[in-house]
Each structure stands twice: as C-alpha cells, then as structure tokens.
C-alpha cells in the first residue's frame, strides 16, 4: 500500500518560514520523481517543486528564491523549506511521487499566511 503523509504546515505571519516533510512507503523512492503542488481555495492544483530521481530541482516562477525542495533516499522522504512566506502562498500544500505511469498524492497539510 502506498502511503504519502504531509507535515509542517501550520500558520505562519508573512515573511516567515515553515518546513513540510513527506514520508512515502509503499513505492521504491529512489526512482521517483517527487514533488510539492499546492491548491488555494477557488484554484486549481498548481505545481509548487519537483526533484528528480537524480536530485534535478524544478520551480515555479512565483516561488523561486524562496523555496527549496530536498530529498533523503535513507528516509524515504521529500522536504519544501519555505522561506520569505507570503500571504499568496496560503494554500493547502500535497506531495507528489510519480514514475512513468505512477502517480500518488499525500493528503495534503494546510499552509496558512497572515499579513
């Protein structure tokens, strides 16, 4: 059974910072591509990070410079630290571990931004 289980997120005030963590089991992790997407209330699932299998990084625009995405093999787990948070970045934030026609969801964890 594959299981992706989200934590960290929290509420935060603007400018600050929260880290989420992704533990996945079930899948071999070190072939999967993994990554962050979030949802805001109204919107569509939006891509947030990926990391490769190889450890390659890929951003959106909206966070680049704030965000990074990590991942441990030896723990079977992804990260997102998120920087310089904005109110924008309230959404509620799902991981994402995909290989060729495998794709898997957390259940996502609430990220909430105050100004």
């Known amino acids: 059974q594959v299981r992706l289980v989200e934590s960290g997120g929290g509420e935060v005030q603007a400018g600050g910072s929260l880290r989420l963590s992704c533990a996945a089991s079930?899948?071999?992790?070190?072939?999967?591509?993994m990554g962050w997407y979030r949802q805001a209330p109204g919107k569509r699932r939006e891509l947030v990070a990926t990391v490769t299998s190889g450890g390659s990084t890929n951003y959106a625009d909206s966070v680049k410079g704030r965000f990074t995405v990590s991942r441990d093999s030896a723990k079977n787990a992804v990260y997102l630290q998120m920087n310089s948070l904005k109110p924008e970045d309230t959404a509620v934030y799902y991981c994402?571990?995909?290989?060729?026609?495998?794709?898997?969801w957390g259940q996502g964890t609430q990220v909430t931004v105050s100004s």
């Open positions: 079930g899948i071999m992790f070190s072939i999967y591509s």
């Open positions: 994402n571990a995909f290989e060729r026609e495998y794709d898997y």
